[in-house]
C-alpha cells in the first residue's frame, strides 16, 4: 500500500516537474502577447529592442507654452567668499 502511494506520488512529481515549466512558459507568453496588444504596440522578435524614439507632436505653428521659467542666478562675486569655517581638532597617536 506504502509502496503504491510513493510510487504515484513521484510519477505526479515527475510529471508536474515536466509539464509545469512548459506551461507555465506559454502562459506567460500568452499573457505578456495580449498586454501588447492592449497598450498597442506590437510585439516583434526580430525587430531591434532599442529603437529610435517617435518625433514630438509639435502644436500649432506660432503658439509657444512656457511651463517653468527659471529664477533668475545671481552672479557670485569673488569678495563674498570668506573661506571655510575653522575647525579645531587634536591629533590622535
Known amino acids: 500500500m506504502i509502496i503504491k502511494t510513493l510510487l504515484i506520488f513521484f510519477l505526479v512529481a515527475t510529471l508536474l516537474r515536466m509539464v509545469l515549466p512548459l506551461l507555465m512558459r506559454w502562459l506567460l507568453t500568452t499573457f505578456v502577447r495580449k498586454q501588447?496588444?492592449?497598450?498597442g504596440v506590437r510585439f516583434d522578435p526580430r525587430a531591434a529592442p532599442f529603437g529610435a524614439p517617435p518625433p514630438p507632436n509639435p502644436g500649432p505653428e506660432g503658439k509657444v507654452r512656457v511651463d517653468y521659467v527659471p529664477p533668475a542666478a545671481k552672479p557670485r562675486r569673488a569678495?563674498?567668499?570668506?573661506g571655510?569655517?575653522?575647525?579645531?581638532?587634536?591629533?590622535?597617536k
Open 79 to 82: 569678495e563674498e567668499f570668506r
Open 84 to 92: 571655510g569655517d575653522y575647525v579645531d581638532f587634536e591629533e590622535v
Open 36 to 39: 501588447m496588444e492592449r497598450g
